[in-house]
């Protein structure tokens, strides 16, 4: 198990260092900051100023070394806005994008899970067709059409909710309903999927031919082993909190680090954004280090497997 984890951690740790290399070479590649920032008017001797004290004047594989350098040393950078702390920027607006995201991915579970069961049981009747149909709804509608219709609904038509903003609990109702109805939706198929396959197998009608309760059948032979699969979409879901709420904050005017990161890139602000990606990659690798430990723990068949074949 320890080898696992191990193997697991290294190929994590690559993965991270790949997106903040790559994330690092296109950030300087797809426009100059001095531009954006003081604006194409200013005079070339303030061009040169800023490339100068940022660094920009450099060649991109000395900024590179120096950047990694700085990781390593625990310095991510400042905003070129305001001189701040690139961390401490996106520090701020971490709690804001976890009121919705969070409360968003247990709505996802408590609706997706139950649904995507309901609907492998009781497969092509009414409720299956009707379960699938939304679905697949939610699983193509884009989030910030969902985002739109829902706001036009509630918040303009019968005036229940406030349109955007973060005043009060009720400005995150609509972001965390958006996101959580899409998710929902994904996980309904995969979890409806997953079920028909264990359901068609020779051990669950040799424990129906025993004799056993068909609820029983269900959920100690059934749901565990259909469990992986959806623990996969589950553990996606997960790491991508903060990557998933970049539309949706910006839909509903949320003051995150989704709402920043388009701030950020649109003003080439690139410490920050790059603090951003780092800790957007970084979660995404640490749900999926999870992941892969908990198959592992859930069937020791694949740990053995993937052990045996060196990955």
Known sequence: MLRYALLRIARALVTVSLIVSIAFVILRLSGDPAIIILGPEAPPEAFKAFRHAWGLDQPIWVQYLKYFNAIFHGDLGNSMRDGRSA???????????LAITIPALFLKVLIG????????????TAIDRLIMTLSVFGFTVPSFV???VLAMIFAVKLGWLPSG????WLHAVLPIFTMGMIGAAVIARFTRSAMLEVLGQPYIRTASAKGLVWRDVVVAHA???AAIPTLTIVGFMVGSLVAGAVVVESVFSWPGVGRLLVTAVANRDLAVVQVILLFVGFTMVLANLIVDLLYGWVDPRLRTKRLQAGT
């Open 223 to 225: 749901l565990p082993n």
């Open 165 to 168: 903003g973060s005043d009060t």
């Open 113 to 124: 899970l139950p649904a995507g069961v309901y609907a492998a049981l009781h497969r092509n």
């Open 87 to 97: 961390l401490q920027v996106v520090g701020e607006r971490i709690p804001l994008t």
């Open 146 to 148: 969902l985002g739109l």
